[in-house]
T-cell receptor, first 113, second 111 residues
Framework: EPEVTQTPSHQVTQMGQEVILRCVPI?????FYWYRQILGQKVEFLVS????????KSEIFDDQFSVERPDGSNFTLKIRSTKLEDSAMYFC???????????FGPGTRLTVL | RKEVEQDPGPFNVPEGATVAFNCTYS??????FFWYRQDCRKEPKLLMS???SGNEDGRFTAQLNRASQYISLLIRDSKLSDSATYLC????????????FGAGTILRVKS
């Protein structure tokens, strides 16, 4: 069964450093998303991406964040200058047309020190 | 008011019990609804979509009440393996749109 994959599973970084989180969505999916979940809190939407552009972003997704689909398979989330409060689990999700069912990857646990 | 609200629980039930969770949503324009299951420190896994007519998948039944703006999940014959956090999610569109999640309801099934 096809699934969303994410790398790395855990990333530890120093405050102010740049990180890139990588995702490979399900191959025939058209809609791509990043969500995050701070420990003990709910899953929050960050950004959606369709047809090679951002379709929606939340207020969390400020100028420090960017997304890219550099080739036909990868979907990346970059945080330019990490803050302590960026520590969270980051989930990539993808979905196809005709339904809003979204399938999540296993997540990247980001720890900012 | 939170967009999607759930009773956090925990619901502690014995094996074989029937348990029901409710979830309310504040935006009446919401179009699509889902139940996800999340194990500790894992990703949300889609359990089922929720349709206006109600739908069933094995021991799981989901219902949508648009008039009262809530969705429900019924689990029959609970198994130990059903222990998890159950998340409800709503979206304003039928596809290609963000999911807004509730904080989740914890279910613990005990032998």
């Amino acid at each position: 069964e096809p699934e969303v994959t994410q790398t790395p599973s855990h990333q530890v970084t120093q405050m102010g450093q740049e990180v890139i989180l990588r995702c490979v969505p399900i191959s025939n999916h058209l809609y791509f998303y990043w969500y995050r979940q701070i420990l003990g809190q709910k899953v929050e939407f960050l950004v959606s991406f369709y047809n090679n552009e951002i379709s929606e972003k939340s207020e969390i997704f400020d100028d420090q964040f960017s997304v890219e689909r550099p080739d036909g398979s990868n979907f990346t989330l970059k945080i330019r200058s990490t803050k302590l409060e960026d520590s969270a689990m980051y989930f990539c999700a993808s979905g196809t047309s005709g339904t809003n069912e979204q399938f999540f990857g296993p997540g990247t646990r980001l720890t900012v020190l | 008011r939170k967009e999607v609200e759930q009773d956090p629980g925990p619901f502690n039930v014995p094996e074989g019990a029937t348990v029901a969770f409710n979830c309310t949503y504040s935006n009446s324009a919401s179009q699509s609804f889902f139940w996800y299951r999340q194990d500790c420190r894992k990703e949300p896994k889609l359990l089922m979509s929720v349709y206006s007519s109600g739908n069933e998948d094995g021991r799981f039944t989901a219902q949508l009440n648009r008039a009262s703006q809530y969705i429900s999940l019924l689990i029959r014959d609970s198994k130990l393996s059903d222990s998890a956090t159950y998340l409800c999610a709503a979206s304003l569109m039928e596809y290609g749109n963000k999911l807004v999640f509730g904080a989740g309801t914890i279910l613990r099934v005990k032998s």
